[in-house]
């Protein structure tokens, strides 16, 4: 008896051990290697608190606040050891108060949005201009994506999605304050390739999906709290706090990862994320690091 009890619990100490080994993403000799790979850490400016992060033209653009500087401002990371801060704070164009997103629209032009009721486009000569966002309670926190040659920008204070062209004309808007599951109050924005989605900010885990024309698809409730999600070759990766879920365009799971192991390609404080097509890399603010990953 005492030799079987032996026996079981050696294969099962075996198992367990062969099934970390299996499911680490990070070790090469691992059966199920998945080719994601920490890439090391960015450098950017000391004292800066990031609120969002894109990338555009293979440049890393932040929207922050710089406590040692210029207060609010947008950071261009240009290499290793080099930053470009544009902006500061303050309440009129090309200044800005309370950052909360910004997005791109693959023409050089970078949409800012923070506590003013308009959005601030500022093109590739760092030249700033603006249109007004429309609302009847007030402006709370913004967050704004670029979809299918449009902005839709979400408002958390008046649980609407709002939709304008990137000329600054509005197209339609949307109350999103209830849905199947219960009250809604509209977060993060983000996109796949052929919907957008939103977070709804005081239940992380529900995901509404809709299409460009604010009709709603789907109301998804996801297995964990999701932060910030971004588009990957036609698959999303959505980021919760200690994990990445690589997704299809209904939440279904693919594969998860950045949960394995020990070390710095863990993710312990995930908070914002974004990718870089050219080198494929997949850009993580974790805490107050800002990791790489690749493969």
Not at 97 to 121: E, M, R
Not at 255 to 274: A, C, H, M, S
Request: glycine share 8%; hydrophobic share 40%; charged share 20%.
């Amino acid at each position: 008896m005492k030799k079987f009890i032996f026996l079981s619990l050696t294969v099962a100490l075996f198992l367990s051990c062969s099934e970390l080994k299996r499911n680490n993403p990070y070790d090469p000799v691992s059966e199920n290697y998945i080719k994601i790979t920490y890439k090391g850490e960015v450098w950017y400016p000391s004292n800066t608190e990031i609120f969002s992060m894109i990338i555009n033209k293979e440049i890393l653009i932040l929207a922050t606040l710089k406590s040692d500087g210029p207060g609010y401002c947008i950071v261009k990371l240009l290499d290793n050891s080099n930053a470009h801060l544009i902006g500061t704070t303050g309440s009129t164009l090309g200044t800005f108060t309370s950052i909360s997103d910004l997005c791109a629209d693959g023409l050089d032009n970078i949409y800012i949005v923070d506590s003013k009721p308009f959005v601030q486009v500022m093109d590739i000569n760092e030249n700033f201009t603006w249109f007004p966002i429309t609302y009847t309670a007030g402006i709370g926190t913004l967050s704004i994506e670029f979809f299918n040659n449009n902005l839709f920008i979400t408002n958390d204070y008046e649980k609407r999605i709002l939709k304008y062209s990137t000329g600054g004309v509005f197209v339609d808007s949307k109350n999103l304050s209830v849905t199947a599951n219960g009250d809604f109050i509209p977060g993060r924005i983000f996109k796949s390739s052929t919907n957008i989605f939103i977070i709804n900010k005081n239940k992380k885990n529900e995901i509404l999906k809709l299409d460009e024309g604010l009709n709603i698809i789907d109301d998804i409730i996801f297995k964990n709290e999701i932060l910030d999600a971004i588009d990957v070759d036609d698959k999303m990766q959505l980021l919760s706090e200690n994990s990445v879920f690589k997704v299809d365009n209904n939440l279904n799971i693919l594969l998860k990862w950045g949960d394995f192991g020990e070390g710095p390609g863990r993710v312990l404080n995930g908070k914002l994320i974004t990718y870089n097509p050219v080198n494929k890399y997949i850009y993580i603010l974790d805490g107050q690091s800002l990791k790489m990953f690749g493969e």
